[in-house]
């Protein structure tokens, strides 16, 4: 797995303001819930895919089948991948081919392929494989205390 340095992770999470959520569940028990949430107190418009809930609203958001039903005024420019490994270059090449303002494919912690990893850098796509965009968030920016637990502090700080 690629060691991503602190200025890497910093600058992606900066470079982004619309986040699609691929596995979305809207269970708010669930991680992807969770992550998305946090996401969009801090700033960020978040995007919903799951095609079991195609229609539904969550978090102020229709909830999508795919990425490709996602309006290009949406502007996604990262894919957040909370699907299994084997899913992902399905998931790439979607994003590749709909999304025309794509800077950043994220897979969550447990997530990686390096075959499809390759496939977005070479089409000049940042890539981070298996970490969180929520704990990255917190770590980085000050909103963690020790023990890695959240402060609860509300404030955006890109």
Request: glycine share 8%.
């Amino acid at each position: 797995m690629p060691d991503y340095s602190d200025a890497f992770l910093s600058q992606t999470l900066k470079m982004v303001r619309t986040v699609a959520v691929v596995g979305f569940s809207p269970n708010p028990v669930r991680p992807s819930y969770f992550v998305a949430r946090y996401l969009g107190l801090r700033g960020y418009r978040v995007i919903p895919v799951n095609p079991g809930h195609d229609g539904e609203t969550v978090l102020g958001e229709t909830i999508r089948a795919d990425l490709s039903s996602i309006p290009k005024v949406a502007r996604v420019d990262m894919v957040d991948i909370f699907r299994r490994s084997d899913a992902v270059p399905a998931i790439v090449e979607e994003a590749l081919y709909t999304l025309p303002h794509l800077k950043v494919i994220w897979m969550q912690i447990g997530v990686e392929n390096p075959e499809a990893a390759a496939m977005a850098e070479a089409r000049g796509i940042r890539v981070i494989q298996n970490r969180c965009p929520k704990i990255e968030y917190q770590r980085l920016f000050g909103e963690l205390r020790k023990g890695g637990f959240a402060t609860g502090v509300i404030s955006s700080k890109l």
